[in-house]
């Protein structure tokens, strides 16, 4: 019997090709007699249909294979009422993905309030978003059964932080992480907004996977230290988004400098600039660079993020400089998709 | 459960997990800082690291991109030094291009942790040191499910930075300890303080003692505070032993003192 494919669910359809199918399969394939593999046509000969069967099974293989992992493939639904998603990411953990989300939701509102954004924590094992946008409390339903979600600075935001008891961990495998993921996604009454920031989890997994082929992400903004250990790991982040085909906004390199506040002497603790050049190595911009100040982690602490607590300090301004190289950057993708239209 | 003790595992002493639930504390380097002091002391040290998405083992002890052996008893680890005191394993060892991108789902991720477990014949080791990604997640079930099939896990240290929002996820780490019945051998606060260079002002960028309070609050040993040292990150960068180079700095004493803690609270048990 022909085994086709290994997938059981495949297997279960290929038992149905009886052998009186093939015969008619094989009949329709004789007769044309290009269709197959880039060979000359066939030789009329006794071993004609062990030649012809080995042939046939090499190209349709591939060609059903393909068919049916596409048919497998979760099919991507836009978020109603969400104009654009765009991720925070990095392939590596503590590099500031929460902290730069906060910011950059908080200042793309601070450069144009006519905007609305929302917030998505995706990081279902570690959520800092409760913490950073000084949130907590159970998200309330409505009477369609759908979550709403918390709103603080005129963010609404939604996090597992919510769902769960402050400390108590969330250990789960994949599978019931991307159930959660497609509830966290699909079943929360947004409202029309004009970007939804996702901040993702480290790492290249389950939950990047799961956002990347459910959703139609307009873009991805990727967190990086200098550091030559974080770039590697940001480096695989975008390398992922590329085989998802998720467009790369850029780079955003956090933690870039530190000045001693009594005698501004300036230490790069983690590195000079290494992400300005992986930026260039990977041909994407390179969207700002945030300096390491004890105001950022002081505000993040109190819930209070700089953006707003700060609103004239020179690392909200490096973050607003960063939220308006987002929107250009996502201007300059609408050009060319339109352009290749 | 039964314990089968021929095996990989057979010839290990301690087995030691290096949790965090947060990104990006250090857990890395921290393991190779500890599997190197250990090995100062006189221990043959083992690393086993199952961060499949994130591995910086092997760049931070520069090994640079050798191939993995097979011996009758199994994958045999790269030894990161002639006399073979620190064994090594990672996902980075077994891709073409180290640089890759390991995009792989729950399911994938516990198979190969499961082969990292049974298949590598790590030999005689005094301490196997096993650096985990963040989170609480298919990895640190794996690993732990794999490793209790051999022997008993001696316990996890906990690596946490200051700031709030790290101590709020290292929380969770120590309550999954406690529900997974792994032993907390205590907490350890990395990035504790910044001494500028230049005037030697202390500054806490990531704040101070919110690892101790965590060890308070949970209960657990505070095993010692390692400052943020720029000369630590280059090491680990460029793949340099800190310990040799820079035997008198604040750094090295700290993770000297937490070294000699975790032995003797891995000896008494």
Request: hydrophobic share 45%; aromatic share 4%; glycine share 10%.
């Given at each position: 019997?022909?085994?086709?494919?290994?997938?059981?669910?495949?297997?279960?359809?290929?038992?149905?090709?009886?052998?009186?199918?093939l015969r008619r399969l094989l009949q329709i394939y004789a007769n044309k007699s290009s269709s197959l593999c880039g060979?000359?046509?066939?030789?009329?000969?006794?071993?004609?249909?062990?030649?012809?069967?080995r042939r046939w099974r090499s190209v349709d293989l591939k060609e059903r294979q393909k068919q049916m992992m596409a048919r497998g493939l979760p099919k991507q639904k836009p978020i109603s009422g969400v104009?654009?998603?765009?991720?925070?990411?990095?392939?590596?953990?503590?590099?500031?993905?929460?902290?730069?989300?906060?910011?950059?939701?908080?200042?793309?509102?601070?450069?144009?309030?006519?905007?609305?954004?929302?917030?998505?924590?995706?990081?279902?094992?570690?959520?800092?978003?409760p913490k950073l946008m000084h949130l907590k409390g159970n998200p309330q339903l409505t009477s369609n059964n759908r979550m709403l979600p918390l709103s603080n600075y005129g963010v609404p935001c939604m996090s597992m932080g919510f769902?769960?008891?402050?400390?108590?961990?969330?250990?789960?495998?994949?599978?019931?992480?991307?159930?959660?993921?497609?509830?966290?996604?699909?079943?929360?009454?947004?409202g029309p907004l004009d970007y939804l920031l996702v901040d993702m989890p480290p790492g290249t997994g389950d939950v990047q996977l799961s956002i990347s082929q459910n959703?139609?992400?307009?873009?991805?903004v990727v967190v990086s230290t200098p550091q030559d250990i974080a770039l590697l790991d940001a480096r695989r982040g975008v390398q992922m988004f590329k085989k998802v085909h998720v467009p790369v906004l850029g780079l955003v390199q956090n933690m870039s400098v530190f000045t001693c506040p009594k005698c501004q002497h300036q230490t790069h603790i983690f590195g000079a600039d290494g992400a300005r050049q992986l930026a260039d190595t990977l041909g994407v911009p390179l969207l700002g660079d945030i300096p390491l100040h004890l105001n950022i982690r002081e505000t993040s602490d109190r819930g209070q993020p700089v953006v707003v607590s700060s609103p004239s300090s020179p690392e909200a301004a490096a973050y607003r400089k960063v939220a308006a190289a987002v929107v250009q950057r996502l201007e300059e993708l609408e050009q060319t998709q339109g352009a290749v239209l | 459960?039964?314990?089968?003790?021929d095996g990989s595992l057979a010839q290990v002493q301690h087995i030691v997990l290096v949790l965090s639930g947060k990104g990006g504390v250090g857990k890395s380097t921290i393991t190779c800082e500890l599997a190197l002091a250990l090995r100062h002391a006189g221990k043959k040290v083992g690393i086993l690291d199952v961060d499949l998405c994130g591995p910086s083992i092997p760049r931070m002890l520069s090994v640079g991109r050798p191939d993995v052996h097979q011996c009758d008893t199994g994958w045999v680890p790269v030894y990161a030094d002639a006399e073979k005191n620190l064994a090594?394993?990672?996902?980075?060892?077994?891709?073409?291009?180290?640089?890759?991108?390991?995009?792989?789902?729950?399911?994938?991720?516990?198979a190969m942790i499961g082969q990292f477990v049974s298949d590598v014949a790590w030999g005689e080791l005094d301490v196997l040191l096993v650096d985990t990604p963040p989170g609480t997640s298919d990895e640190h079930l794996a690993i732990l499910?794999?490793?209790?099939?051999?022997?008993?896990?001696?316990?996890?240290?906990?690596?946490?930075?200051?700031?709030?929002?790290?101590?709020?996820?290292?929380?969770?780490?120590?309550?999954?300890?406690?529900?997974?019945?792994?032993?907390?051998?205590?907490i350890i606060e990395n990035m504790s303080g910044f001494v500028c260079p230049h005037c030697s002002e202390c500054s806490n960028i990531f704040s101070k003692g919110g690892g101790e309070e965590l060890a308070k609050l949970t209960g657990s040993v505070f095993l010692g505070a390692v400052p943020l040292d720029p000369k630590l990150s280059t090491c680990i960068e460029e793949g340099i032993d800190f310990l040799k180079s820079f035997p008198d700095s604040a750094t090295f004493s700290a993770i000297s003192s937490i070294t000699q803690t975790l032995l003797s609270s891995l000896q008494a048990a």
């Open positions: 019997m022909l085994r086709l494919l290994e997938r059981p669910s495949a297997s279960s359809k290929m038992a149905q090709l009886t052998s009186g199918r060979g000359p046509g066939f030789e009329h000969n006794s071993a004609l249909g062990v030649h012809f069967v104009k654009q998603v765009l991720v925070v990411a990095s392939g590596k953990g503590g590099v500031g993905k929460s902290t730069t989300a906060v910011n950059l939701a908080l200042a793309l509102m601070a450069n144009d309030p006519a905007k609305t954004v929302g917030l998505l924590d995706a990081d279902i094992y570690g959520p800092s978003i769902l769960v008891e402050d400390g108590a961990p969330v250990v789960w495998r994949g599978l019931m992480v991307m159930s959660a993921m497609e509830r966290l996604l699909r079943q929360v009454e947004w959703v139609p992400v307009a873009g991805a | 459960m039964e314990q089968n003790n090594l394993m990672s996902i980075g060892f077994l891709l073409d291009d180290p640089d890759e991108a390991v995009v792989w789902r729950g399911p994938k991720k516990t499910e794999n490793i209790k099939k051999h022997k008993q896990v001696d316990g996890a240290v906990l690596v946490t930075t200051p700031q709030a929002v790290s101590t709020g996820d290292v929380r969770r780490e120590v309550t999954f300890c406690k529900k997974t019945g792994v032993r907390v051998l205590g």
